[in-house]
């Protein structure tokens, strides 16, 4: 190397030896204990819990139909009303239907009454047995037809095939319908199904009966419970998720069908739960660690963090022990062995 060269490399040099002189007389001195705060881990009862955004749907959602054609004639169910299962919710005009129906049981008693004469008749061999079972026919088409008719009268009135709520009234009073034309939407709003997608890596975790916590924002911090009903047995290619369905009670008809919801399916409870502050967990490379305080020595530790609580606490499932104290700050300093002065624990954690 030149001398012109090797001159040029002494103020970089010098200026990175006096940077590490100034960092370490900020920390105490090159040789001296890092200083850290600590937290201690505690026992807490933690929750493993699933979370997903989804929508509220009835238990069941029909839209009723008229099976006859005539004038609407009476409307007895409106918009939000509640139905019961078979309740009349409205009445087409059927006069016509009926006096057909007069006229097919007056042609049924003729038939009934000719099949009679007619088997007395082929008893004697007055008239063949082809005629008399001719006479059989014309009594069961009869029946049919007055069956028929009959069936066309019950139709008149429109009743709700479940129990629920009217959720759309599509005609009105005096409006003719034909067969075909929708009358009314209507929808089984106790329970209500949650339906949603949980990534596919949760699968394991699922079963059904699990509890489930429910929050819509039309009710802010209100919490609804559910159960998990049904999961899908197959995965979405698109977004690898699993789509899951959840029963939720709504006797008081407080959520309504259309209603985005957050869910949180609980899988799984844990009431000596190892917690620590979020901040004394770094992962890099794929490995999590913390380093746990031994006296005025770090010793580094690899863990495996569960759930996170709302207060800031992460549950340690496997590699630390209730009441291990874990450095909280500085973590980027320490490595395997560093001395340290624990300066204050930052209390998170009560112990």
Known sequence: MSPTRHHRHVPLLLLLALARAATAAAEGGADGPIPITAATAVIRPSERVVSFVGTLFGDEEVTLSAQIDGAIQEISADLGDPVEKNQAL???????????????????????????????????????????????????????????????????????PLKGSVARRMVSSGEYVRPGTPLFALVADDPLKLRGDVPERYAPELKPGQDVRI???????????????????????????????????????????????????????????VMIPQEAVTTFAGVTKVFVIEGDTARERQVRPGTRAADGLVEIVEG????????????????????????????????
């Open 215 to 273: 929050r819509v924002d039309a009710f802010g911090g209100k919490e609804f419970p559910g159960k998990l009903s049904r999961i899908s047995p197959a995965s979405n290619r698109e977004n690898r998720s699993i789509a899951v369905e959840i029963l939720v009670e709504n006797g008081e008809r407080t959520l309504k069908p259309g209603f985005f919801a957050n869910a949180a399916i609980v899988t799984r409870t844990d009431d000596q739960a």
């Open 320 to 351: 630390l022990k209730a009441n291990e104290v874990v450095a909280t700050s500085g973590l980027t300093k320490l490595q395997e062995g560093a001395a340290v002065a624990v300066k204050k624990s930052d209390g998170k954690p009560a112990s």
């Open 90 to 160: 409205a009445r087409i005009e059927d006069a016509q239907l009926r006096a057909r129906l007069r006229e097919a049981e007056a042609h049924l008693a003729k038939a009934r009454a000719d099949e009679q004469r007619s088997r007395q008749l082929a008893a004697t061999k007055v008239i063949s047995e082809v005629e008399y079972e001719t006479m059989k026919t014309g009594v069961a088409v009869a029946e049919a037809q007055r069956d028929t008719l009959a069936v066309m009268v019950q139709y008149a009135d429109v009743r709700s």
